[in-house]
């Protein structure tokens, strides 16, 4: 079969690229004006007003995390690298059992609008607000950078724009676009959008491999002899080793990223806010059901994308546009329906990026309004309406980072910049959130030690890995000062974290109440108990009443004599 030389031909029709792409961007910027014209308290600007049910919430979790990474990073990691590329999807989509069966319910009865919400409960709360609000913003601003640069590189060639100058123009109006979304629309707009674009993507993922699909009679076997037949690499695509396998080294790269993978997911600060949109536990469990069950279908539609890019388009076409292997999906989009096809599933996509971007920053923003602003520097007495306003500031803040580091990004594959983010999260916030709800003795310390340790050993590791430096795909691929072997961290960062946390604990000096308030935790995060009230200390619109915590119990028990009796299994 002839492969059509898309990159050189020029993809599409600029025109129509640009009209499905506005009707698009117009179409959720009038859902977002709608939403925020509702925002009028912290909690509607930070939780949308925890109105929305399970399934909405889970069709947003989905959304959230469909982003260019699963679209357009793993299906041109498909394309390029075959079965090596699957493996990307297979780490993300068993890291949201992670998510459900350790994280969605407790962090939901724990909190009330962030992580550290979670981690002060039981412990002091300034040097634990600030410590999850660094690590906060340092993991939105990694991934806003990725998906900024995916945005970057979809745009330029929807446009013919080769020059980085050119896609870096593109980029700043991406970021100002999203900066509009957070600042106007919230949490409550954001959502909305995030489900709009979710039910999008599912629809144009089924599309595409229904029609590829279609096009083999619906023989998987046959578009894979057609994808080794057009690869370079011939057979060798059908199994492992054209990226990972091939050395020990690389062995190892790829047990990291896995671990990143399968624990990131859970730790990503824009995915643990989400769960405090629902208004109870039981809403926050089916979230994460219906967030599996999507996401898990839709990465079967991209590695039939993936493979089907291989086969129609072929891996040197793809390497060679603007955007490189992030290019895989439109350019298959052109090559089955051609100018509309390609406007339609380049819109969708960018919407996908858009949405994800804008979760990213209103989770950095409120991180910083609420934890350090509210809670460190005016030690919790501030107006809701001020909260809100240094929450915009930081979004704006924020979204100019994202910028910067997108212009740095451009060409990179997203789905590997989003992997590093998954190794950074979790080194930082998945030992210290296990232990914060799981284990009795963990302290402030073994807090401070497992996050600023975490974190501090994954971004040095990054910084002096060969993603940045020192190969033809690195960032910076000029200069050459990689001394760590590994391509991602997570299999150092990730224990270290893990033991940084236990020593700290160990070594520490115990907090104040430590046992009575840990007591407290365990019913909270067992039944709800208190939730609602903690909350509604904030919110002008109270949550359902909940039973009392530990404490209420034994003030009502001196007072009346009828004492409402324990819950059995924290007898």
Known sequence: MVIVNLAQAGVGNPTVNITVFGAFVLLTLVVVFRAGRSNRTASDYYTGGRGFSGSQNGVALAGDYLSAAAFLGIAGAVAVFGYDGLLYAVGSFVGWLVALLLIAEWLRNTGRYTMGDVLSFRMRQRPVRAAAATSTLLVSVLYLIAQIAGAGGLVALLLGITSKSGQAVVIMLVGGLMIIYVLVGGMKGTTWVQILKANALIVTGLVLAAWVMGRYG???????????????????VLGPGLQYGRTELSKIDFISLSLAAILGPASLPHILMRFYTVPDAKQARQSVVWAIWLIGGFFLTVLIIGTAATALVGPETIMSSPGASNSAAPLLAYRLGGELLLGIVAAVAFATILAVVAGLTITASASFAHDVYANILKRGNVEPGREVRVARITALVVGLLGVLGGV????????????????????????????????????????????????????????????????????????????????????????????????????????????????????????????????????????????????????????????????????
């Open 218 to 236: 619906f023989n998987f076997s046959a578009l894979l002899g057609q994808a080794a037949e057009t690869s370079p690499q011939g057979d060798k």
């Open 408 to 571: 740095v990004a451009i060409g990179q594959n997203v789905a590997v910049l989003v992997a590093l983010a998954f190794a950074v999260g979790a080194s930082a916030n998945m030992p210290s959130l296990v232990y914060s709800l799981f284990w009795k003795r963990f302290n402030t310390t073994g807090a401070l030690w497992s996050m600023y340790g975490g974190m501090s050993v994954a971004v040095v590791l990054v910084i002096f890995s060969p993603a940045v430096s020192g190969a033809k795909t690195s960032m910076l691929p000029s200069v050459d000062f990689a001394i760590f072997p590994l391509a991602n961290p997570g299999i150092v960062s990730i224990p270290l974290s893990f033991l940084l946390g236990a020593l700290g604990s160990y070594y520490g000096r115990r907090d104040s109440g430590d046992a009575r308030r840990y007591a407290e935790m365990e019913v909270r995060a067992l039944t709800g108990a208190g939730a609602a009230r903690a909350r509604s200390e904030a919110d002008p619109r109270p949550d359902q009443p909940q039973a009392p915590t530990p404490s209420q119990f034994a003030s009502r028990s001196q007072s009346s004599p009828r004492p409402p009796s324990r819950p059995q299994s924290m007898a």
